[in-house]
């Protein structure tokens, strides 16, 4: 993006697929899996309880967003995280969400001390 100044209307565009995909809850669950190193579909699969051919009709979204990238070993694909930048914007969301749930539970407790 230029940080000198605005986004240019193909960069705003790319963004706003780019969160309009992310906008999927089995899609960002996916990429949280592989986020801590290379998975296969298969890996995906079973640890998320979701079908193969959805598991790879969201990894071919996320390519061709260029989310994750694919790497093969031996006969089978293996999936991660295309680069830091991607993790590190998936974990800080992650840890905001976080903080507003815990801000909100305590404020329910001082609201019911009082």
């Given amino acids: 993006m230029n940080k ?5 209307t193909q960069e705003l565009n ?35 309880d979701l079908s193969q051919s959805l598991v790879s009709h969201h990894l071919r ?5 260029r989310l994750v990238t694919r790497v093969r070993h031996s006969k089978q694909m293996f999936y991660e995280i295309s680069d830091q ?15 507003d749930r815990e801000s909100v539970a305590e404020q329910h407790v001082v609201d019911a001390q009082s």
Avoid: Q, Y
């Fill in 4 to 8: 000198a100044g605005s986004p240019s």
């Fill in 14 to 48: 790319f963004l706003s697929e780019t969160f309009r995909l992310l906008g999927d809850p089995s899609r960002l669950r996916i990429l949280l899996h592989c986020e801590n190193g290379p998975k296969s579909v298969t890996d995906i699969s079973e640890t998320l």
């Fill in 61 to 65: 979204l996320l390519r061709g967003a």
């Fill in 85 to 99: 930048h991607v993790g590190d914007v998936l974990l800080d969301m992650l840890s905001h969400v976080r903080e």
